[in-house]
């Protein structure tokens, strides 16, 4: 958005200082406070011989002014530029109006296919913060690449596969309970494996029991698939349905069960390449040189491991899919099994292993419910909303004009959880805090919501006064916060396309809550309601671009934009 002036500024520039128009504008900033100027340029930045002050002082004096760049002044090595504001003000609030929902949304990846995966819990296992964290980053990187215009496929890779299903299944016929199991699978059968784990802890026999059984799936026994085949049904139902309430819809559901002869055609590739060493009858891969260790690839009994149905994976998706680009969202906890798996399939030559890649992130320390115990994903949905729904409950006035404060309390549950996780680096481990993530002030959801729900509140109560008109007189937002404003809003597809380039939630998240901030305090100084005519549709309209931004971005990090709370 401000690419025409920054143009404007390089084709002067580069007449007085012989760098490259493209060297300038790329040194060309946004000042982090606006006093001295709208933009600035570090003349070191430029490379040209000479003392940088001086020559910002010669070259600031000889910049012609003119009706889109209005003033050039040197400070130190910089200069300071004012732009036409009005000007700006017009392209950023015009260029929202056309593109709404879609602005800053572009077509970079017309014709290339992506698969994000992530989420992929462990059937029979807690669905833990671990799980709760790919959710919500692998969901957020999803949304990009289709705001990007990617082919976008998001895949779930279940923890379906593995001894413990061996275990489990042993632990059904002594503990299991039908009706238990259709109520709520993923607690029957977490409830289930602690038992037959406590149990296998007494009676070691167990485990070659589950080996047993583990075995007899992987040879395809049709009675242990069917077993649990119906786990696995009964588990996707039900994690379909907490999954929606986080917005969340996977165009596929794979697993590690799914993963079939592509690890056949892996491991011969391993055997061809000198990869595998055996050792007491198992195959091990010998990554030594890299540093990497020796994973085993399949046990002594002939069963297959974890990192073999990575393996083998990579190959089946890439034939199924024919991607350009497949991103891993696993916890930093993995961080060796990816770089075992990236290093494997870079040496066996899949000549599309560049396109492969593992986003990680860090720990989340002490994630469970107000009274202490461990939760599973939909217990801490529950337990947020309820505390919502209390605070909400204590602004009666208010809460009785909530048409469904069931669902904004939900909402703003989840709003609270994933702004929260997104405040920080992905890598850093955080801690859990209950008391810092409800707020409706500060860096949270709730407030990013609140603050959605003012700018829904102004178009409200003007609504018989002022409609938006696109061509409202921008001439009368000549305060300091409509300034502002703009200039966030002008930043939004800078934004988007740098958290794509990082993945880092936080660059988004982190913009968002200042537009947040900035829109709070011009509410306070600029009204609408009851202003002159004029002036009601010019703030008008750059309110309802502020709020179609935030909406915008709201619905990018995976919230449904409350309107009413
Ligand atoms: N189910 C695994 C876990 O909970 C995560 C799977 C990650 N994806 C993969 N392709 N290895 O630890």
């Known amino acids: ?34 006093a001295h100027g709208d933009l600035a340029i570090n003349i070191p930045r430029l490379r040209v011989k000479g003392n940088p002050a001086q020559l910002a002082k010669d070259w600031a004096e000889a910049f012609k002014v003119d009706q889109v760049i209005t003033s050039a002044v040197s400070i130190g090595p910089y200069i300071n530029f004012r732009i036409n504001r009005q000007v700006f003000t017009r392209k950023v609030l015009s260029a929202v109006y056309e593109k709404q929902d879609k602005f800053g949304w572009t077509n970079e990846g017309a014709g290339k296919r992506v698969i994000v995966e992530f989420s992929s819990p462990n059937i029979a296992k807690p669905f833990h913060a671990g799980h709760l964290r790919s959710t919500i980053i692998g969901n957020l990187i999803y949304n990009l690449y289709k705001a990007n215009g990617w082919d976008a496929i998001s895949m779930n890779y279940l923890g379906d596969w593995g001894k413990q299903y061996g275990l489990l299944a042993v632990g059904f016929e002594r503990f299991g309970n039908e009706e238990a199991l259709v109520a709520d699978p993923i607690q029957h059968l977490f409830e289930v494996y602690v038992a037959i784990s406590t149990a296998a802890k007494e009676d070691e026999s167990l485990h070659d029991q589950a080996r047993a059984y583990f075995k007899s799936m ?145 720990m989340v320390n002490g994630m469970s419910t ?45 709003s609270a959880i994933i702004v929260q996780d997104m405040l920080a680096k992905r890598i850093k481990d955080y801690d859990f805090d209950w008391k810092r993530i409800l707020s409706f002030e500060g860096n949270t959801g709730p407030y990013l919501q609140y603050t959605h729900a003012r700018l829904c509140s102004i178009e409200r109560k003007v609504q018989d006064q002022v409609r938006v008109n696109p061509d409202a007189d921008v001439s009368l937002l000549t305060e300091k916060h409509a300034y502002e404003i703009v200039t966030l809003l002008a930043q939004y597809p800078d934004i988007l396309a740098s958290t794509l380039k990082s993945l880092e939630p936080c660059t988004i998240v982190h913009y968002m809550l200042e537009l947040a901030r900035t829109v709070s305090s011009a509410i306070e100084q600029m009204k609408v309601y009851n202003e002159p005519e004029d002036i009601a549709e010019a703030r008008l309209l750059m309110y309802w671009s502020a709020r179609a931004v935030l909406k915008n971005a709201l619905t990018m990090i995976g919230l449904e934009p409350i309107s009413r709370m």
């Open 370 to 414: 107000r009274n202490g115990t461990v939760i599973f994903l939909d217990d801490m949905l529950r337990e947020s909303k309820d505390i919502m729904h209390e605070v909400m409950r204590k602004n009666e006035d208010k809460y009785a004009q909530v048409p469904d404060p069931e669902h904004v309390s939900s909402v703003l549950g989840v």
């Open 218 to 362: 992987e040879d395809g026994d049709e009675v242990a698939l069917a077993l649990w085949r119906r786990f696995r049904e009964l588990s996707i139902v039900k994690y379909k349905d907490t999954y929606a309430r986080l917005n969340i819809n996977f165009d596929v559901y794979s697993g590690e069960s799914q993963v079939g002869e592509g690890m056949t055609r892996a491991m011969a590739m391993l055997e061809e390449c000198g990869l595998i060493i055996e050792s007491e009858g198992a195959k091990l891969l010998n990554l030594e040189k890299y540093k990497l260790g020796t994973p085993v690839v399949k046990k002594n009994d002939g069963t297959t491991l974890y990192i073999t149905r990575d393996i083998g994976a990579a190959i089946e998706r890439f034939e199924a899919y024919n991607f350009d680009k497949i991103v891993y969202v696993i916890s930093s906890q993995q961080d060796m099994h990816m770089k075992q798996f990236l290093k494997t399939i870079d040496l066996i030559g899949l000549p599309y292993a560049n396109r492969f890649q593992h986003v990680n992130y860090g």
């Open 1 to 34: 958005m401000f690419d025409e002036f920054k143009t404007t500024i390089a084709a002067q520039l580069t007449v007085l200082t012989g760098a490259s128009v493209e060297d300038i504008a790329d040194a060309i900033g946004i000042p982090k406070t606006n």
